[in-house]
T-cell receptor, first 114, second 113 residues
């Protein structure tokens, strides 16, 4: 069983749609992350939440809007995306945003923008 | 900027062979190094975490070593099985002022029955 659960597993959306990706963990992770991974490329960091506060935004376009309603839940709201935003979106958690802690990833959401 | 390189990019071996995957990083001021496995279209599964003060970590048939001063890590897989076929990613935390994970591009492993 993965410690980090992402839903949905697959999502197809039009460029005018609004959708949300969800990430949930119940392992006490106090640092949560969104990554974007294009085919045959390594994951790229998008956002970091530490103790439910946004601590890092890696210059991500505003059409991606993260939200952390509580310590167990992380959302990524999507609006007016472009076809080039199609990718695997990965959520990860750490017990804290420290440098000596292990990162655990979810299974990802495969997003296709049409 | 921290850069992580993994060699080879792809590797094909017959079942039962022992194999080594390589990872190198440009800035040795890391805090830790983590090895992940990724199946096609899936998320990352953490295999091993090595702290900067450690030399190696073992889990089952996997053994990861770290030579921080030379900027290198290896992942040794013993008695490979077809189920080991996946992409293996190496990621470091730290170096060049970064406190986040920096990933290599991965090694795609195929174990032939």
């Amino acid at each position: 069983d993965t410690e980090v659960t992402q839903t949905p597993k697959h999502l197809v959306m039009g460029m005018t749609n609004k959708k949300s990706l969800k990430c949930e963990q119940h392992m006490g992770h106090r640092a949560m992350y969104w990554y974007k991974q294009k085919a045959k490329k390594p994951p790229e960091l998008m956002f970091v939440y530490s103790y439910e506060k946004l601590s890092i935004n890696e210059s991500v376009p505003s059409r991606f809007s993260p939200e952390c309603p509580n310590s167990s839940l992380l959302n990524l709201h999507l609006h007016a995306l472009q076809p080039e935003d199609s990718a695997l979106y990965l959520c990860a958690g750490k017990h804290r945003d420290g440098v000596n802690t292990e990162a655990f990833f979810g299974q990802g959401t495969r997003l296709t923008v049409v | 900027k921290q850069e992580v390189t993994q060699i080879p990019a792809a590797l094909s071996v017959p079942e039962g062979e022992n194999l080594v995957l390589n990872c190198s990083f440009t800035d040795s001021a890391i805090y830790n190094l983590q090895w992940f496995r990724q199946d096609p279209g899936k998320g990352l599964t953490s295999l091993l975490l090595i702290q900067s003060s450690q030399r190696e970590q073992t889990s089952g048939r996997l053994n990861a070593s770290l030579d921080k001063s030379s900027g290198r890590s290896t992942l040794y897989i013993a008695a490979s099985q077809p189920g080991d076929s996946a992409t293996y990613l190496c990621a470091v935390t730290g170096g060049a002022g970064s406190y986040q994970l920096t990933f290599g591009k991965g090694t795609k492993l195929s174990v032939i029955p």
